[in-house]
């Protein structure tokens, strides 16, 4: 078994040496990349939040009306604060159903477990510590499910990814099962950009905390001062990505994987795609599954949507 410190390592060595420098967004997530990606949820430029928020408040139920026919297994992929997921759930029957969720922290789990007992008392909970990716394949089962799968997460994915990832569902899902996908949608600039290039400055430092992260865990001596968030947003393409700049030429060295990277002023490191869909775009995600579009619910300015997927 190779340890998370060494993936992590290998992943920095080769995203750093390549000459379109990049490093994943799935390492943004540490304890503190996760404090500030809950307090980018609660800006005002990060609509995304808000807009499922309204679907799942004013449509819950009629989400939950679609199964409501007998027991149901609701798995949810990469849990977070489980706020949203709470104003789904309290509408369905609770003799119904068992909720899943899975995440990557422990800590997530415990957090999201206690509180659905304190929301949602008669609601059986039943988290899962661990990578998503990886626990798919103990998902197949006989009983009905629901895997949820909010935030526009999927968007973090490229859509080859995403046809992967899809495909992988589909594989362990049985005929009649259904994923409620959460996407964003593409809209125009002036909103799509603000939010991932927020005036309090709250992404950057997300987007930064990449560079500490390494600094902490692999013994870099990145100098955070010496770089800065970067977001665009093509419409066209309906993609948002983010990037490290490099202020200045410089140096950084990094102890475990005993190597100087150098950067030029202005030379980029790729972070983060943030996809936006419309369904032209799902509709080819899908392709060569057999998942049906079902329903699909939206916020009333349409900036996003939910929508149920079934095989
Ligand atoms: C959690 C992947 C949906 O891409 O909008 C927020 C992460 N990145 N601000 C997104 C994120 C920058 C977020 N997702």
């Given amino acids: 078994m190779i340890s998370e410190k060494t993936l992590f390592a290998q992943h920095v060595e080769k995203g750093l040496s390549d000459d379109k420098k990049f490093l994943s967004s799935m390492y943004f997530y540490d304890k503190k990349g996760e404090a500030l990606f809950r307090q980018i949820m609660k800006l005002d430029e990060y609509y995304l939040t808000d807009c499922e928020m309204e679907i799942l408040q004013s449509q819950g139920k009629n989400i939950a009306e679609i199964f409501d026919d007998g027991e149901l297994e609701i798995i949810e992929l990469g849990a977070g604060d489980g706020i949203k997921t709470k104003e789904l759930l309290r509408n369905f029957d609770f003799n119904q159903i068992t909720y899943r969720p899975i995440d990557i922290s422990q800590q997530a789990i415990i957090d999201i477990t206690d509180k659905m007992n304190e929301w949602l008392p008669a609601l059986k909970v039943k988290g899962i510590c661990g990578d998503y990716f990886k626990m798919i394949k103990d998902f ?3 009983k009905r499910k629901l895997i949820l799968f909010l935030g526009s997460n999927l968007g973090n994915m490229t859509d080859e990814q995403a046809k992967g990832f899809i ?7 049985n005929s009649g099962d259904s994923i409620l996908l959460g996407l964003d949608l593409i809209k125009s600039e002036n909103i799509v950009l603000p939010a991932y290039s927020d005036n309090k400055g709250i992404t950057a430092e997300f987007n930064l905390n990449l560079l500490h992260r390494i600094n902490k865990e692999l013994g870099g001596n990145f100098k955070l001062k010496d770089f ?3 977001a665009t947003y093509n419409e066209k393409e309906g993609i948002a990505k983010s990037y490290i700049k490099s ?4 140096s950084v060295y990094i102890e475990e994987v005993d190597k100087e990277f150098h950067f030029k002023k202005d030379e980029l ?3 983060e795609v943030s ?3 419309d369904l032209d775009i799902i ?3 899908i392709e060569g599954t057999s998942f049906q579009l079902k329903h699909q619910f939206t916020d009333h300015k349409h900036y996003f949507t939910d929508l149920i997927l079934t095989k």
Wanted: charged share 25%.
């Fill in 140 to 142: 197949k089962t006989d």
């Fill in 167 to 173: 495909g992988q569902l589909h594989h362990v899902m």
């Fill in 228 to 230: 800065s968030h970067l």
């Fill in 247 to 250: 202020s200045k030429n410089q």
């Fill in 269 to 271: 490191i790729h972070t």
């Fill in 275 to 277: 996809r936006k869909y």
């Fill in 283 to 285: 509709r080819n995600i």
